[in-house]
């Protein structure tokens, strides 16, 4: 099963090849960021910080249909708005995406 797809990037760019090349060098740049801040708003167990950071990768991985991480990041937010937040749900979903993360960006 395919982990990600470059269609829609390929789709939007109009043929631009560096357009494409650019979305992917600011993925693989800004997603460790924040994948980094989530880490630490956990250990900070600080769910603004880990709501933001996951915000931010919604896009992302839409656009990049990883379809399993885009489902799980949306859960992690969505678990960070509620007053008393699950952090073991939070800490499950997020181990499947950084293992993800890890396993796709070298593939960029």
Partial sequence: MQKYSLKNIEKISGGDHDFVLSIIETFKTTTP???NQISIGIKELNKNKIKHAAHQL???FDIFEMNVL???IRQIEMECEVK???MESIILNFKIVEKE???ILPTL
């Fill in 70 to 72: 885009s489902e799980k």
């Fill in 58 to 60: 919604k896009p992302a």
């Fill in 101 to 103: 993360i890890m396993e």
């Fill in 33 to 35: 960021d924040y994948i």
């Fill in 84 to 86: 008393e937040p699950n």
